[in-house]
């Protein structure tokens, strides 16, 4: 190993210990109504160490919501791979998304909805939630598993859920925590789409 390279590892093991904390902060507090001055005062470090993630504040909000939907994809993910068919994958995935999202307060979720960059990123891991939900559909539908359906259609239902989970819409107007509508979500898709459940209907891709 060389000595730079030997220097590097530390300053990225830093670098990353301090996306994980910003990254709890943002979710129990939200990270409208802090200053740099603030973020560096609470996480005991230096402005000048915060700019080393980020230029600006705007920035750094942008790339630790980024952080936490790469390692919450990850971890959800992980256990996907880990279950069994494609039944169980369906509702591993939502499960683990519930899991993902719970320590996210009220604050985080207004917060990252009212900003045009963080609203961008969050609303792309919804889309690909729904490509997810889509090929899982389509795996199932080969298999036998799932009776005839449009996938892309379930697909984009199941991504507008998700993304009224995620804005709080869904629990305002149903009383439904977060991980009680994404369980909710799970039960109405594999009920709904089990083969065993009705008659099959054939319907075109479109």
């Given at each position: 190993?060389?000595?730079?390279?030997?220097?590097?590892?530390p300053v990225n093991a830093r670098r990353a210990e301090l996306l994980d904390r910003l990254r709890d902060?943002?979710?129990?507090?939200?990270?409208?109504?802090?200053?740099?001055?603030?973020?560096?005062?609470?996480?005991?470090?230096?402005?000048?160490?915060l700019y080393t993630l980020a230029g600006s504040k705007e920035q750094l909000a942008v790339r630790v919501v980024a952080?936490?939907?790469k390692i919450a994809t990850e971890r959800i993910e992980q256990?996907?791979?880990?279950?069994?068919?494609?039944r169980e994958k369906v509702r591993v995935y939502l499960e683990a998304a519930a899991e993902a999202l719970r320590?996210?307060?009220?604050?985080f979720i207004d917060d990252m909805a009212a900003n045009l960059s963080t609203r961008a990123t969050y609303e792309a891991n919804a889309h690909a939630a729904a490509d997810r939900i889509r090929g899982f559909i389509r795996a199932g539908v080969r298999q036998g598993v799932f009776r005839e359906v449009h996938a892309g259609f379930v697909g984009e239902m199941v991504g507008r859920t998700i993304?009224?989970?995620?804005?709080?819409?869904?629990?305002?107007?149903t009383g439904l925590s977060d991980a009680a509508a994404f369980a909710a979500l799970s039960q109405f898709l594999l009920g709904g789409l089990t083969a065993e459940a009705g008659v099959e209907h054939t319907v075109e891709e479109m």
């Open positions: 190993m060389t000595t730079s390279q030997g220097r590097r590892r902060l943002f979710l129990a507090e939200g990270f409208a109504h802090f200053t740099l001055d603030d973020l560096a005062a609470r996480l005991h470090c230096s402005k000048s160490t952080h936490y939907f256990r996907v791979a880990a279950s069994g068919d494609v320590p996210a307060s009220r604050e993304v009224g989970i995620q804005r709080g819409e869904i629990g305002a107007r």
